[in-house]
């Protein structure tokens, strides 16, 4: 019997999210070397979070553009602008991840006020656990979408979890921009 991705999605997606997931802690907590990552001048690492936040953005109009596509049953529109937002999200991940593991560590928050402990922590922390949470969904989706034929999507969880996936995805971009603007554009 020969294993099948189609008829293990929800596996297949766990299994996904645990490697992606554990490359991204890695990262975070230091466990890649920053000597085995290319290095780029000070002036392009200063740059990631502006570029990052064009992702972020851009994410944002796909993600709306994308929901507004299948609504209007645009299928190939909806692919295209959902595969759109992925390539977006792993170009900032990729991006982040780089600036983090060669600057060993965050961003720093400029003061530790009443901003900080109010808008910026909580803003950030739910950012990161919405972002964390769509890490399986994102996979689930992406995985039923691509191991079915467009007329059988419609009798899987793929519209359930999609609206789900895309409302947090939505929200955790939402949130990175509000963040950014708190780092490097309020401070």
Known sequence: MAFRVRDNVPGVAAALSVVSLALVFGAVLGYIPASLLPHVSESALDLI????????????????????????????????????????????????LYRLTILEGPTEFPSQGVVYQFVYL???AVHILLAIVCIPLLYYVLLLAVTRPIEEIYETRHKTVGRVAASLWLVSFVLGDVVYTLLHLVN
């Open 49 to 96: 979070p502006h570029v990052n936040a064009v992702l972020s953005t851009t994410a944002i109009v796909t993600i709306v553009l994308g929901v507004r596509a299948i609504r209007r049953g645009n299928v190939a529109r909806h692919r295209a602008l959902m595969l759109s937002t992925l390539g977006l999200f792993i170009g900032f991940l990729v991006l982040y």
């Open 122 to 124: 909580p803003t950030l």
